[in-house]
């Protein structure tokens, strides 16, 4: 408290400020950039942000958090 807070959830583009979709983008040697997009006007993100190793691009379902 006090300090001025330092995060990221303000789309630049349009001022949207609830945060962020995510998207992962292949690159290579198994590794996936990661980056957000903003749910309200589609401006994508760059965060410099590199995955683990990731084999192959087939996501596997996991639990569901219901909204309630
Ligand atoms: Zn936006």
């Known amino acids: 408290m006090g300090s001025e807070d330092s995060y990221f959830r303000e789309c630049i583009n349009c001022g949207y400020q609830?945060?962020?979709h995510v998207y992962f983008k292949e690159i290579?040697?198994?590794k996936?950039?990661?980056g957000l997009i903003c749910p309200s006007c589609g401006q994508s993100y760059d965060i410099g942000w590199l995955t683990a190793d990731i084999g192959e691009?087939?996501?596997k379902k996991e639990k569901v958090y219901e909204d309630h």
């Open 18 to 20: 609830r945060g962020f």
């Open 28 to 30: 290579k040697d198994g």
């Open 32 to 34: 996936a950039r990661l």
């Open 57 to 59: 691009f087939e996501p």
